[in-house]
């Protein structure tokens, strides 16, 4: 029997649209991970196209890889260039346990 030769996964494959793209930045943030944050958001970036996100975000793609890759600490700064340029709206709400608490310390 001959190897079996293994591609490599690449979620930027799968990522080729906004409502995709915006689905798994959501769960990435709802698990609360910056690696998986950081993950997810770099598929989404290498998805559209690094240099194009360098150009509407005004940040190196050099910057960009080494800040979106693999143990990257970008600053809020670039972190909210990317998304603003990836066309991506954040949206906070209270946890529930959070806002249970707060209601039963305010009453």
Known sequence: ????????????EFLFDAKS??????????S??????LNVLNAIARA?????LAKQTGVKRE???AALGEGGNPTMETFLAVINALGITLRA???????DEREAISA
């Not at 029997?1 to 930027?12: L, N």
């Not at 793209?21 to 709802?30: I, K, N, P, T, V």
């Not at 609360?32 to 944050?37: E, F, K």
């Open 32 to 37: 609360g991970h910056r690696g998986v944050v």
């Open 48 to 52: 559209r196209g690094m240099t194009a």
């Open 21 to 30: 793209q915006a689905a798994a930045l959501s769960d990435a943030l709802e």
């Open 93 to 99: 709400e209270a946890a529930n346990d959070v806002a």
């Open 1 to 12: 029997m001959g190897k079996v030769k293994h591609e490599p996964f690449d979620a930027a």
């Open 63 to 65: 910057t960009l890889y």
